[in-house]
């Protein structure tokens, strides 16, 4: 378990656990109100983390963030880019009503990005996920139909990136 | 804070200088409680805090340096009016800015043709040379 | 009387008729005199705001009330003076071209006014002016009586707007029974629309959604639109705004109840719904809903 360095705020963030670790996941809590430094430090932190603990999905826990400007909706797609190239799929949680309302209004709609309720709802997903990976690495079910939280369907390339890990020996 | 009353309104003004993302956040942050203190929903007052964030931001990034005001209106008409200024290079396209569209790459354009949208009422004064103000209104029905 | 000398008969006719003449004279100064009185009675004591003004809207005379209106204690310290003497330009100016108007035209104007006076107050006024005639019929100045309605004005207005409030409130509770969210079966939530979708209605049937959909954990969503009418651009973006937030809240909206005319119109308008899952009713989008979850739909007793 990693804490996060104090933010430019000028109030300490003291050893706020920040990220964690929970079976394929890592857990991020994002802070309220963070500067853009704060950002690039914690992304640093996420992509590290999940190179160390070979993540398979990046959970980014909104529930605390209250405002949301363009900055914010380029933050998760950045986010959610980098870790792509390293095998994990980004998952937001948590977005609070008045919250959706802006980024609806915006525009910012994060196509290609899962969403969820709250953490149950991205554990749940995250197993379904594996039992059917699991089962597609094994030849039990067609691979082709893997479908995103936006009804696009994953395709094969993507698939064939994600880490050694996620194979099963065959 | 300033407090002007004049027989038939009561308004009050809240100024911040931006010159640093820390200044940005503080601005929204009392922007979203002065909203609310005005009786606006959760929902509105969060996109007058986007606003300020996003032109607040804009400052930071191209000037530097510049001031957000917030203004509450609470006369026979209620309204926020958040006004944001800097004396920086000025825009040279205001139309185009203001017609951007949302993209992940960002840029000038996105949020200020997003505070547009979340707004009612919207202008922008921009001379060359001189700077930029900024004005945004959201009625309180 | 052209002959210095009279006869005495004549004398007495002249006496008669000049005692004749001095019990006429008497009459009517009597009768003029009474008038006088019962005028001082009326200007004393009338509580509305009598009051006379010649061609250049400069008072004659006024009742005692329109002198203690404006803190005189007597109503001769009133004449000479005219509107603008006594209010502020904001009422002096339409009251001085409602005279002038009366003494040009000869026609009286009735009107409620407000009145705006010198220490800032403000009140309402329901005033006629009329003509005055002299003998000729020349109109020599106009006559005005002003009544205070003041506090019927104030109630006129907070009974609009407690008429207002119910309204409002009426209205509140027909968009609460308009936009239901109805819960399913586990995590399913049905929510039929009903009538025309405007900008106002568009939020708060996003609100009420993004609500449902937290309170009941819902991951599909069945979104009923047999009930609205007119489907337009407008509409479309709306509702497609509102499946954005859904999903954004982690769930996955089905629509149905699109008629055959609504279906054009999509088409027509160029609408991209390529990303809108649709189906055509409430039935088959309960159940596409309800195997998405895994469920099965079997009749018992087979």
């Known amino acids: ?170 | 804070m300033a407090q002007i009353q004049t027989s038939e309104a009561q308004t009050t003004k809240e100024y911040f200088p931006i010159n640093s993302l820390v200044d940005v956040v503080r601005a929204r942050r009392r922007g979203l409680e002065i909203a609310q203190e005005m009786g606006f929903p959760l929902a509105e007052a969060t996109k007058i805090a986007v606003v300020i964030s996003e032109l607040g931001r804009n400052i930071e990034r191209y000037v530097g340096q510049g001031a957000i005001t917030v203004t509450a209106h609470l006369g026979r008409e209620k309204y926020i009016m958040i006004v944001a200024q800097d004396q920086g290079a000025g825009i040279a396209n205001v139309d185009r800015v203001l017609e951007g569209g949302y993209s992940t790459s960002g840029g000038l354009g996105l949020g200020v043709s997003g505070s547009k949208r979340l707004m009612d009422k919207f202008d922008v004064q921009s001379i060359a040379g001189v700077g930029t103000t900024i004005k945004a209104i959201k009625m309180l029905r | 009387m052209k002959d210095a000398r009279k006869t005495k008969s004549q004398l007495v006719e002249d006496l008669v008729e000049a005692r004749s003449r001095i019990a006429e004279l008497e009459a009517l100064a009597e009768e003029a005199l009474l008038d006088q009185r019962l005028l001082l009675a009326l200007l004393d004591d009338v509580p509305d705001k009598v009051y006379f003004k010649d061609v250049e809207s400069r008072f004659i005379r006024a009742s005692r009330s329109t002198a203690e209106a404006h803190g005189l204690s007597d109503p001769a310290e009133v004449v000479g003076k005219t509107d603008f003497d006594l209010f502020t330009e904001e009422h002096a100016r339409p009251a001085f071209e409602d005279e002038q108007e009366v003494i040009r035209t000869g026609q009286p104007v009735f009107k409620e006014e407000k009145e705006t006076w010198l220490d800032g107050r403000e009140t309402w006024a329901s005033t006629i002016k009329l003509p005055l005639h002299d003998r000729e019929g020349k109109i020599i100045g106009t006559l005005g009586i002003s009544r205070d309605v003041t506090d019927q004005k104030r109630i006129e207005a907070e009974s609009l707007e407690l008429q207002q409030e119910v309204v409002d409130a009426q209205q509140r509770a027909i968009q609460e029974l308009s936009t239901p969210v109805i819960p399913v079966l586990e995590g399913v939530i049905i929510m039929p629309l009903i009538g025309s979708i405007d900008t106002l209605r568009a939020r708060d049937i996003m609100r009420k959604l993004l609500t449902g959909i937290r309170e009941q954990r819902a991951k599909v969503v069945i979104l009923d639109v047999t009930g609205v009418p007119i489907v337009d651009s407008g509409v479309a973006a709306h509702l497609n705004k509102t499946i954005q937030a859904a999903r954004l809240k982690g769930a996955r909206t089905i629509v149905v109840g699109i008629s055959d005319a609504v279906a054009e119109t999509i088409v027509d308008l160029g609408l991209d719904w390529s990303g809108i899952e649709t189906l055509s009713d409430l039935q088959t989008g309960l159940r596409v809903a309800l195997q998405g979850m895994g469920f099965d739909l079997v009749r018992s007793g087979e």
């Not at chain 1, 670790?21 to 932190?45: A, G």
């Not at chain 1, 196509?111 to 749940?124: F, G, M």
């Not at chain 1, 690495?137 to 696009?152: F, T, Y």
């Open chain 1, 1 to 170: 378990m990693r804490s996060f360095e104090p933010s430019e705020l000028g109030e300490t963030l003291e050893t706020f656990t920040v990220v964690q670790k929970l079976e394929d996941l890592l857990l991020v809590s994002v802070p309220r109100d963070m500067t853009d430094n704060d950002v690039l430090k914690l992304r640093q932190q996420v992509l590290r983390d999940i190179r160390r603990y070979d993540s398979r999905w990046v959970l980014l826990d909104f529930s605390l963030v209250d405002i949301c400007d363009s900055f914010f909706g380029r933050f998760i797609h950045s986010t959610a880019q980098m870790a792509k190239l390293m095998g994990a799929d980004v998952i937001v949680a948590g977005l609070q009503d008045a919250v959706i309302e802006t980024m609806v209004e915006l525009g910012m709609t994060l196509p290609n990005i899962h969403a969820v309720l709250d953490l149950d709802d991205a554990l749940a997903l995250s197993r379904e996920y594996k039992t059917r990976e699991q089962a597609e690495a094994e030849g039990s079910i067609e691979p082709a139909d893997l479908s995103r939280a936006d009804g696009e369907s994953k395709d094969w390339d993507a698939f064939a990136d994600s880490p050694l890990s996620d194979w099963t020996e065959v």
